[in-house]
């Protein structure tokens, strides 16, 4: 039984962006490691993964800033009627 692996659609060396690219190449990664091992040209375990938390990081801080401004609308909202 002959491993192959497909050839991508989005040209060599081409990768998704954001934190969704990362983990598809992690996965990508592990598979390739997968199809490397099943053929006997390795002994060991091969573990790649790689994960920047920046951009996870900076989607939960402008949530947070989002959710700040909302409430700071439904105070001002609020607060109209008594001055």
């Known amino acids: 039984m002959e491993a192959t692996i497909p050839a991508l659609p989005l040209g ?3 990768r998704p962006a954001g934190s ?3 983990v ?3 996965i990508a990664s592990a598979a390739v490691a997968r199809l490397i091992a ?3 040209q390795t ?3 091969i573990l790649a993964a790689d ?3 920046a951009p996870l990081l900076a989607g939960i801080v402008l949530v ?3 959710g700040v401004f909302q409430f700071g609308r439904r105070l001002q909202k609020d607060t109209e009627g008594l001055v």
Do not use: C, K, M, R
């Open 43 to 45: 002994d060991g375990v």
């Open 20 to 22: 969704a690219g990362q």
């Open 24 to 26: 598809l190449d992690a």
């Open 38 to 40: 099943a053929n006997g």
């Open 12 to 14: 060599e060396g081409t």
């Open 51 to 53: 994960f920047n938390f």
């Open 64 to 66: 947070l800033i989002a």
